[in-house]
C-alpha cells in the first residue's frame, strides 16, 4: 500500500471503468465506454499536449477515427501518407509501397501527425463523450483481492492523493506497464532488443508532390532509421539501434547522433543543410509482453501488455484497436456476466494477434533475406498486396490475406536456406548486437 494511503480515512471514489493512462489506448477505451453509457474515469499523469514520438499512422487507423469521431480534427493536423519506402545504402536501391495497391483498395492512405496534438484531440474527444478526465494525476498503485483490482491509488501533480474502487481497470499506462509490472507479468523479448535515438529537424529534403508525407525507412549496419515529415514543416528523424552499438557511446548524446547518421548516406543527403530544432532524446526500445491480457475485471491494452519494434508504424493502430476491443468486452460483461468468459476470450485473441503477426517481421526485418524480399517484391498469388495489408494495418478484419501471407514466410525460409552461409552470418550477428547490456554485465562479458 503506498505510503500515502496509511493516513487516509475519506471513503473512496467510484466509477464503472478506471482508465489508466490517457494514450491513443486509454482515450480511444474511455470514450467509446463513455459514448455505451458508462461511469468512466480516466486517470492521466502527464497534461496534454505532451511531446512524444511514434508520429506515423496506418491506413488501418483510419476507420478507426471514424468510429471515434475525430476524422475531420486529425485531417487538420495531419499530412497525408500514400506509401512506405525501404532504403539500402549499401547498393542505392530503394522500394515504395503503395498502400492502395494492397489487398483492399479501400484504404490507400494514412497520416503522418504531430503527436502531442493527435493525442490531445483523443484525450478530449473521451471527455466530450462523457469520461471524467483528470490530468496530472499518476496512478501508484492497484491493490488486489482473489485476484481483482479492487482499490486504485493516485497522486495529484499538487501533492494530493487519491482512491477510486471501480468495476473494471484498463490499464493503459504504456510502457510504464503498471499492471504488468505489478503482477510480474513482464517478460522481456529475448528475439528482440533495441534502443532509440531521436529527434526533430526544420530543412529536411522531403519529396515532391504527393510522395511529400510517405515515410522513409532506411536500413544501416546497427539497425534502422526512420525519416517521417510532419505537416508543420518538421521532420522526425529516429535511429533504433542494437545494444551493442549504443554501448559503445563515448560522445554526447547529440554528436553520437550525428555520428549515427552519417552511416548512412541517403538519410545524410536528405538532411544537409536541415537544422536540428529539438533535444535528442533516447529511449530503451526493449520489446516485450505480457503472459496475460486481462483478469476477472482488468484488461492491459497497447503498449501496457505488449511493446514492438516500431519499424511498422503499428503503435498507435494496435493502441487505438485494442482500446475499441477492451470497450466491446468491457460493455458486453456488464451486460451478460454469464458470458464475461467469451467475451474476455475475445479481446485476448484480438489483443495477442497485432504483437504476434507484426513481431514475425519485425523478428527478421533486417536479414538478409527478408531485405531482399522488401527490395524485389513480387506479386505472385497475390504475395505483394498480402504484404502491403500487413504493413497498412489490415489484419483484424476480414479481408483474406492468411495464404498469401503464409506463402511469403514460406518463400523467405526458403531464400534463406538457399544462402545458408549468409544466413547463419547474420543470425551470429544479429545474437551477438541484441544482447543486453545487463545480460553482458551479469556474465562478465
Not at 503482477?183 to 526533430?200: C, D, F, G, P, W
Amino acid at each position: 500500500m503506498p505510503p500515502e494511503a496509511a493516513c487516509r480515512t475519506d471513503p473512496p471514489k467510484s466509477c464503472d471503468i478506471l482508465v489508466i493512462g490517457g494514450g491513443p489506448a486509454g482515450s480511444t477505451a474511455a470514450g467509446m465506454l463513455a459514448a455505451r453509457g458508462c461511469d468512466v474515469v480516466l486517470l492521466e499523469k502527464a497534461r496534454h499536449p505532451r511531446f512524444h514520438i511514434g508520429e506515423s499512422l496506418l491506413p488501418a487507423n483510419l476507420p478507426l477515427l471514424e468510429r471515434l469521431g475525430v476524422s475531420a480534427e486529425v485531417r487538420a493536423i495531419g499530412v497525408e501518407k500514400w506509401a512506405a519506402e525501404f532504403v539500402s545504402p549499401w547498393d542505392g536501391r530503394r522500394q515504395e509501397f503503395e498502400f492502395a495497391e494492397s489487398w483492399d483498395k479501400s484504404m490507400p492512405f494514412a497520416y503522418q501527425v504531430r503527436r502531442s496534438k493527435f493525442d490531445e484531440i483523443l484525450i478530449r474527444r473521451a471527455g466530450a463523450l462523457g469520461a471524467k478526465v483528470v490530468e496530472g494525476c499518476c496512478v501508484r498503485d492497484v491493490e488486489f483481492a482473489n485476484g481483482r483490482a479492487m482499490l486504485v491509488h493516485a497522486r495529484h501533480d499538487d501533492g494530493r492523493a487519491d482512491r477510486w474502487r471501480a468495476k473494471w481497470v484498463v490499464d493503459a499506462s504504456g510502457r510504464d506497464t503498471l499492471l504488468g509490472g505489478r503482477l510480474q507479468v513482464k517478460r522481456r523479448s529475448r528475439k528482440h532488443n533495441s534502443a532509440a535515438i531521436y529527434a526533430h529537424f526544420t530543412g529536411a529534403r522531403r519529396e515532391a508532390g504527393k510522395r511529400e508525407g510517405n515515410i522513409s525507412i532506411f536500413w544501416f549496419d546497427h539497425g534502422w532509421f526512420w525519416f517521417i515529415p510532419l505537416a508543420d514543416g518538421a521532420t522526425s528523424v529516429g535511429a533504433v539501434v542494437w545494444p551493442r552499438y549504443l554501448k559503445n557511446r563515448r560522445t554526447s548524446l547529440r554528436e553520437f547522433f550525428a555520428d549515427t547518421i552519417e552511416l548512412c548516406a541517403p538519410l545524410r543527403e536528405r538532411l544537409d543543410g536541415a537544422r536540428l530544432v529539438t533535444e535528442v532524446e533516447a529511449t530503451g526500445n526493449y520489446s516485450y509482453t505480457c503472459d496475460r491480457t486481462h483478469g476477472s475485471n482488468y484488461l492491459l491494452i497497447g503498449d501496457a501488455y505488449a511493446f514492438i519494434d516500431p519499424v511498422f508504424s503499428s503503435g498507435v493502430m494496435l493502441a487505438m484497436n485494442g482500446g475499441m476491443a477492451a470497450a466491446e468486452a468491457i460493455v458486453s460483461c456488464l451486460g451478460d456476466p454469464k458470458g464475461a468468459a467469451r467475451a474476455l476470450k475475445r479481446f485476448d485473441r484480438v489483443t495477442r494477434h497485432g504483437p504476434k503477426q507484426y513481431g514475425w517481421f519485425i523478428h527478421r526485418v533486417t536479414n538478409p533475406a527478408m531485405r531482399e524480399l522488401f527490395l524485389a517484391p513480387r506479386n505472385i498469388w497475390r504475395v505483394q498486396e498480402a504484404l502491403l495489408s500487413v504493413l497498412g494495418g489490415d489484419i483484424f478484419g476480414r479481408t483474406p490475406i492468411w495464404g498469401s501471407v503464409r506463402l511469403f514466410k514460406s518463400i523467405y525460409y526458403l531464400s534463406s536456406l538457399m544462402h545458408l552461409g549468409r544466413t547463419l552470418q547474420a543470425a551470429r550477428r544479429r545474437k551477438h548486437d541484441i544482447r543486453s547490456v545487463e545480460a553482458e554485465r551479469m556474465t562478465g562479458g
